[in-house]
């Protein structure tokens, strides 16, 4: 058989079999000669055909398609050098390790008997790259061997395809030959496969991979490669996998994870279902939403809780919401110790807890006066806690008697008060429970102590100590009965005096005689005591040389009675007065002379407020007001002091009120809202408006300027330092404005000493105007129930109770200021709290005179707080009888009663704590003369003990000049010495 018949039977014999396999394979084929049919075009060398035949194509037919092999078989001649090139093969995806499969059948060389002497039965692989094509130019010396290709099985009489596949490697250019050389071999090539492996582009743990070409370079078996989170996914490091040399991903390295609200579905990360959630970047799913919250449409991070259910600061996000629990049941007051002041309130768990077990209970008190509800205060003690508390009961102790308390208890739990809750308090569901009660005890006073301060051998003087000793709650009379020891108890002859104080000088006594003395208390509403017994003798006859002394203490005896004579006089005096209109009945009445002849407008009756400034106040231009210092701090901005130079106008001296800014337009109106309402008025004794500035940004109100300032804070500086007669005339400049004010029907409702301002002739002038002024910024102002403000300790009973404001309540906050004024000012009824405050004015309680008060004007006060509005004098009434005092100095010389451990709240015998002082100076600071502390030390009184010692004398020789500095003091160490000391002792 000649080789081209060997070729032929190759070729037939085998195509069947190889033509259906299939590979699966993640290959990237560059050259398939099967493929390429009769376009092969492979170079064969050397050129010439003849004798020495090399590699030829055979074309065979099969089904209508072409298919082509090279083969070559010159098995009898010897030195064979057949070469097959295949075309220029491009190298793609910088791939530089191909894979070569090359199917092909060698013969047997046996089979050729002596033909075989030459026969190979292998042939050579050879490759050699370049960068470009160079066509039919073939060097031998340019290819490089990769391989010797040798048969598996040596086709001998049946023949068998073999398929071997070698690696080129290394390749670097654009593209590269293979070249096949025969040596002598009886060959068929069937197929020559060029192609590379690729790792395929792939998802693995939700990170992106590009399709890469399998191996490292440079022999290595793994190529890195870096991918990218899919969309909504992150990590934390680049995610990376490696492509084998068989093209397979392995070891993926960083995990990528779906962001919160996504969650992976099938190599994507998806968006939470509505309903579902998920809180942060994790693999997990998304979960539904817990009880009682809901997710708004989908992709949610949290579920935020259903309206009326909240979560706490420490619940999770996670966590289902719970509600507010319900208000606590049957809370009841116990009365325990109704004398003691003290009352249990208890009550049961709420019925519904929110679905929480973090139960809290708070409680809260307040006293209240018609609509006027004040917390309690300190004074209240509520025990264990008042806040926090898991047990269900309280204890309330130290509360007043007669007065109503309203005890609000509401249940907490871990949601009740978290932050940023933003459901008012009113809309939430009711967790208080309110239980009001008051106890009704008159807290009886009690005679504790009787002393014998002094007596002669006819007169006894006693003092009694009495407990409670409250100020205000003091008993106002004590009933005190005596009589002669040895009376024979069948005819009893006793004498009963009713007293306003707690000291009496009894004369015309029995010498050398023992009496029986019993002080008995009576509380204010009359009722009696606690008593108590004593028994003291007279003093022996005297010689008559002792007679002037005995005199002398009849005359001091009579004048105590005669201080009782005078107050019972006064009291009656004040239940004739009363026939008079009450005085809002006058300043409205219909009578045409009464009429003002101006009344105040109030500005809110303009629809637009900007009228009414432009229509009472002169605008004044900016460059005109000149601001120095700032001298004090307003509501709407700081207060300066400065210059207005008004064109054609002498330069002044004036307060400039302005308005700070980030102000809104209701503020801006309000604050000119002042000046449209002082722009009314001229008079002497208000506050005069120099004009406004509203025309530019900063808006202003320039006023006169008071050089004193604030007239609480004048007095207090100069305490003791102004005679009676001055400080009369400053309230008879107060009154006077206040005067014209009601006249032109003006209701100021915030009359105190800080809101009149004084200037260097110490002339007073009302101040503070303006409608949200009413008590907005005054720090005096407390809250009623009804929402607004009032200075409790100034106001008007019926003005508290049921907001009555009128001139009648001016009148009575006059009546205050008059007290302050005389009492350098002193605050009010001292450190009592609010309620005290009102439960003792409804007691028909009033403030004491203050010390060296002339008993006129004491009186004049008492007029102006009477519970009775109409009443009360009207302003032109209190101009008149304060002139009339100015006009006849003497009128001022007697001086009201005057209880210094009331009236100037002396610490008796100790410090506030309840321990006696430790110090000099800690006893000057609680009597508010540390001024003196230096002259105490100058003059070596040094120690408590040494205070004790000191004569009125004394007190003078150290430097204390002032009388009322030096009364101050007086009566302190006295009050140190013995709480009972009688008044007449100290005529300083
Ligand atoms: P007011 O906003 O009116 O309460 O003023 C605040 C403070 O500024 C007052 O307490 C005074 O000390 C001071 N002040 C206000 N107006 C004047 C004025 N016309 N003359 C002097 N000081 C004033």
């Known amino acids: 058989m000649d080789s081209r018949g060997i070729k032929r039977l190759l070729f037939s014999s ?120 160079v066509g039919t130019n073939f060097r031998k010396s340019q290819f490089k061997k990769v391989a010797t290709i040798a048969s598996d099985e040596i086709t001998r009489h049946d023949l068998r395809i073999n398929t071997e596949t070698r690696v080129v490697d290394g390749l670097s250019k654009k593209g590269f030959y293979l070249a096949f050389q025969d040596i002598g071999a009886c060959v068929a090539l069937l197929s020559v496969r060029v192609f590379y492996k690729t790792c395929p582009a792939t998802i693995k743990s939700l990170a992106v991979f590009p399709e890469t070409v399998a191996g490292g370079g440079e022999n290595q078996a793994l190529r890195e490669v870096a991918g990218a989170c899919v969309e909504n996914a992150v990590s934390e490091e680049l995610p990376r996998i490696y492509c084998t040399v068989d093209g397979e991903w392995v070891v993926p390295v960083g995990q990528c994870q779906c962001t919160a609200g996504f969650e992976a579905i099938n190599d994507t990360c998806q968006e939470c279902q509505p309903g579902f959630f998920k809180a942060s970047v994790s693999n997990n799913a998304c979960e539904p939403c817990p009880a009682n919250t809901q997710a708004h449409g989908s992709g949610a991070l949290f579920c935020s809780c259903t309206a009326g259910f909240y979560r706490a600061p420490d619940d999770k996000e996670t966590d289902p919401c719970s509600g507010l629990p319900s208000a606590p049941q049957d809370l009841i007051a116990t009365t325990t110790q109704l004398a003691a002041g003290k009352l249990q309130l208890t009550w049961s768990p709420p019925e519904d807890t929110g679905g929480r077990d973090d139960i809290t209970y708070s409680v809260e008190c307040r006293c209240c006066m018609g609509s006027a509800c004040q917390p309690c205060g300190e004074k209240v003690r509520i025990e264990p806690f008042s806040s926090s508390l898991t047990d269900t009961w309280v204890t309330v102790s130290e509360l007043e008697p007669s007065i109503n308390y309203t005890f609000t208890v509401e249940a907490h739990n871990g949601v009740s008060l978290t932050p940023g809750q933003v459901m008012p308090r009113s809309n939430r569901p009711p967790s208080a429970s309110t239980v009001t009660t008051s106890l009704h005890y008159t807290d009886p006073p009690k005679v504790t102590s009787i002393r014998l301060d002094d007596r002669s051998p006819t007169t006894l003087s006693l003092s009694w100590a009495v407990a409670p000793r409250r100020p205000l709650n003091r008993p106002t009379r004590y009933e005190l009965t005596y009589r002669k020891k040895d009376d024979n108890l069948d005819v009893t002859s006793y004498t009963v005096l009713i007293l306003e104080k707690n000291f009496v000088q009894i004369s015309d006594l029995f010498p050398g005689t023992a009496y029986l003395f019993r002080v008995q208390a009576l509380s204010p509403d009359g009722s009696p005591g606690g008593s108590m017994e004593e028994e003291f003798e007279t003093m022996p006859e005297v010689a008559p040389s002792n007679m002037a002394s005995i005199l002398g203490a009849v005359a001091g005896g009579a004048a105590v009675l005669l201080i009782v004579a005078v107050v019972v006089l006064v009291r009656k005096r004040r239940k004739n007065s009363h026939t008079r209109q009450g005085p809002e009945d006058t300043y409205f009445s219909s009578s045409e002379q009464l009429k003002p002849l101006k009344t105040y407008v109030d500005p809110h009756t303009y629809e637009d407020p900007n009228t009414a400034v432009l229509k009472f106040a002169s605008e004044l231009h900016p460059s005109h007001v000149t601001k120095q210092k700032v001298i004090g701090a307003g509501e709407f901005g700081e207060v300066y002091r400065g210059i207005l130079k008004a064109p054609g106008r002498k330069e002044t001296a004036v307060a400039i009120k302005t308005l700070k800014p980030g102000y809104s337009e209701k503020q801006r109106q309000d604050f000119l809202s002042e000046a449209s309402i002082m722009g009314q008025f001229s008079h002497q004794n208000i ?173 004049l006060m008492l007029q102006c707080w009477l519970q009775d509005r109409s009443k009360r004098p009207r302003f032109t009434d209190i101009v008149s009888i304060l002139e009339k005092l100015l006009r006849s100095p003497d009128s001022l010389k007697a001086i009201a009663d005057f209880d210094p451990r009331i009236s100037i709240r002396l610490p008796s015998t100790s410090g506030s704590d309840g321990s006696p002082f430790r110090s000099v100076s800690e006893w000057l600071e609680s009597i508010k003369m540390s001024q003196y502390s230096e002259n105490f030390t100058c003059a070596g009184v040094v120690t408590m003990e040494q205070v004790l010692q000191m004569k009125n004398e004394d007190i003078k020789n150290i430097g204390v000049r002032l009388p009322g500095h030096l009364k101050r003091i007086a009566y302190s160490i006295l009050g140190l010495k013995d709480q009972t000391s009688t008044l007449s002792v100290f005529a300083v």
């Open 14 to 133: 085998v195509f069947f079999n190889y033509i259906f396999i299939t590979i699966q394979t993640k290959e990237e084929v560059l050259l398939d000669m099967k493929a390429l049919g009769s376009e092969l075009g492979w170079l064969t060398w050397p050129y010439e055909q003849g004798e020495k035949q090399g590699w030829e194509v055979v074309q065979r037919s099969l089904n209508g398609s072409q298919f082509y092999t090279y083969s070559v078989c010159n098995v009898g001649v010897r030195e064979q050098d057949n070469w097959l090139r295949t075309t220029f093969i491009q190298r793609r995806l910088s791939a530089s390790r191909v894979f070569v499969e090359l199917q092909f059948i060698v013969r047997d060389c046996n089979s050729f008997g002596a033909s075989s002497l030459t026969c190979k039965e292998t042939f050579n692989l050879f490759s050699a790259e370049f960068d470009a094509d």
């Open 687 to 859: 506050i005069r408006l120099e004009g406004v500035v509203t025309k530019f940004k900063h808006a202003m109100i320039v006023t006169e300027y008071m050089d004193n300032g604030a007239l609480d804070k004048y007095l207090k500086v100069h305490d003791g330092e102004l005679p009676s007669f001055q400080l009369v005339g400053m309230m008879r400049g107060i009154a006077a404005g206040m005067k014209y004010l009601s006249d032109m029907s003006y209701v100021h409702r915030d009359l105190a000493a800080r809101n009149i301002l004084v200037n260097n002739s110490l002339e007073c002038k009302v101040s503070d105007f303006g409608l949200s002024r009413v008590l907005e910024d005054d720090p005096e102002g407390t809250y009623t129930t009804s929402g607004g403000k009032i200075p409790i300790r100034w106001t008007a009973p019926e003005a508290i109770a049921y907001r009555k404001f009128t001139s009648a309540s001016d009148v009575w906050s006059f009546g205050i200021v008059m007290w302050e004024v005389m009492a350098f000012g002193e605050r009010p009824y001292w450190d009592m709290s609010n309620c005290e405050v009102m439960k003792a004015i409804n007691e028909a309680f009033r403030l004491p005179a203050p010390m060296d008060c002339p008993s006129a004007v004491y009186q």
